[in-house]
């Protein structure tokens, strides 16, 4: 998250407050939070990878990406 100018509040936001939520095909645990927000450099997207089991979430990797039609 440092890598990427991110905090744990962006990360917890970017999942509670997802535009999108998909699950993975292969692990029915896994899923990917996209999030758009917009930054001083234009619309970007926030992609939270997360796996929830019983009442904890665990974070596998954030993306936060101006390629906004790609990934959204």
Do not use: C, P, W
């Not at 100018?5 to 996209?34: C, Q």
């Not at 234009?42 to 990406?65: A, K, P, W, Y």
């Amino acid at each position: 998250m440092n890598e990427r100018g991110l905090t744990r509040n962006d990360v917890v936001e970017g999942i509670e407050s997802a535009g999108k939520t998909d699950s993975s095909i292969r692990e029915m645990t896994r899923f990917i939070a996209k999030k758009l927000h917009k930054t001083s450099t234009g619309q970007r997207v926030l992609l939270v990878i997360f796996e929830r089991n019983r009442n904890e979430i665990l974070v596998v990797t954030v993306i936060d990406s101006s390629k906004v039609q790609k990934y959204y």
